[in-house]
């Protein structure tokens, strides 16, 4: 038997419908793309919008909180500028009171702070018949050459806490014999100043009220604690002087 053939007029046909799928598939492959670039420039649109109003809702000026930089007058060592005066009024005494220091004490205004190492006077002890000289600064070099001034603590002759300290077994070991009422004497460029002995004290070698400021003129000498210790000494003797006021 003869195979059956197709009819000539079929095949014009079936290249016909190849050829309307394939425009039919364009024409949805562009569809989908003006869909996505509408997205996209939907999306585009709504960022530029929404930066536009972030930055119009902004404050069109800010206002600096910072404090401005106030320059304080800084401190001097004695070998450098003579010492200037200001004008104040002294406060009201209380019976029982530390002398009222605050005139004398407020008059001294130095140029700048003194130099670690620099030697800033000296200080003597008549009730001892010692005379020693005033290091700028705490370090083991400063404290081999005389006693150190606390870097932290206000200089001679000035309204608050003086601090000094010496080795115990060199330039203060002889601080445990200063008794109440001795005198102190504190020699700069700037001037002579007398502290008199209030009263002496033992504390831990942590203790930080040493250091704590005071409302009129005290002059704090501190060392290590026995004075005959072996090693590193537990506890600080400490002497506190008030300033006496000029006459």
Same mark, same amino acid.
């Given at each position: 038997?003869?195979?059956?053939?197709?009819?000539?007029? *079929?095949? &014009?046909? /079936? /290249?016909?419908?190849?050829?309307?799928?394939? +425009?039919?598939?364009?024409?949805?492959? /562009?569809?989908?793309?003006?869909? !996505?670039? #509408? =997205?996209?420039? !939907?999306?585009?649109?709504?960022?530029?919008?929404?930066?536009? =109003?972030? !930055?119009?809702?902004?404050?069109?000026?800010?206002?600096?909180?910072?404090?401005?930089?106030?320059?304080?007058?800084?401190?001097?060592?004695?070998?450098?500028?003579?010492?200037? @005066?200001?004008?104040?009024? &002294?406060?009201?005494?209380?019976? +029982?009171?530390? &002398?009222?220091? @605050?005139?004398? #004490?407020?008059?001294?205004?130095?140029?700048?702070?003194?130099?670690?190492?620099?030697?800033?006077?000296?200080?003597?002890?008549? #009730?001892?018949?010692?005379?020693?000289?005033?290091?700028?600064?705490?370090?083991?070099?400063?404290?081999?050459?005389?006693?150190?001034?606390?870097?932290?603590?206000?200089?001679?002759?000035?309204?608050?806490?003086?601090?000094?300290?010496?080795?115990?077994?060199?330039?203060?070991?002889?601080?445990?014999?200063? *008794?109440?009422?001795?005198?102190?004497?504190?020699?700069?460029? $700037?001037?002579?100043?007398?502290?008199?002995?209030?009263?002496?004290?033992?504390?831990?070698?942590?203790?930080?009220?040493?250091?704590?400021?005071?409302?009129?003129?005290?002059?704090?000498? @501190?060392?290590?604690?026995?004075? /005959? %210790?072996?090693?590193? $000494?537990?506890?600080? %003797?400490?002497?506190?002087?008030?300033?006496?006021?000029?006459?």
């Amino acid at each position: 038997m003869s195979e059956a053939r197709t009819p000539r007029g *079929e095949r &014009p046909a /079936r /290249r016909e419908d190849v050829r309307t799928s394939r +425009g039919r598939a364009r024409r949805i492959r /562009r569809a989908s793309l003006r869909r !996505i670039f #509408a =997205v996209c420039t !939907i999306l585009g649109l709504a960022c530029v919008s929404w930066a536009l =109003v972030s !930055i119009l809702a902004q404050p069109s000026s800010s206002v600096s909180t910072s404090k401005p930089k106030v320059t304080e007058p800084s401190l001097t060592n004695s070998a450098a500028v003579q010492p200037t @005066t200001t004008a104040q009024t &002294p406060a009201s005494k209380k019976p +029982g009171s530390p &002398p009222d220091t @605050t005139r004398k #004490a407020q008059r001294i205004v130095f140029a700048k702070n003194p130099s670690r190492g620099e030697t800033l006077g000296s200080l003597s002890i008549p #009730a001892l018949g010692q005379t020693l000289p005033i290091i700028e600064g705490t370090r083991d070099s400063d404290l081999k050459r005389g006693i150190g001034h606390f870097t932290g603590s206000v200089m001679p002759g000035q309204r608050d806490n003086c601090v000094v300290s010496g080795h115990r077994d060199s330039f203060f070991s002889r601080l445990g014999e200063l *008794e109440k009422g001795d005198r102190v004497l504190v020699r700069t460029a $700037a001037g002579t100043y007398t502290y008199e002995v209030r009263r002496t004290r033992i504390v831990g070698k942590n203790d930080r009220t040493v250091i704590v400021p005071s409302e009129h003129g005290v002059l704090t000498l @501190t060392t290590c604690y026995p004075f /005959r %210790y072996v090693g590193p $000494a537990p506890r600080r %003797y400490i002497v506190s002087a008030d300033l006496v006021p000029s006459k």
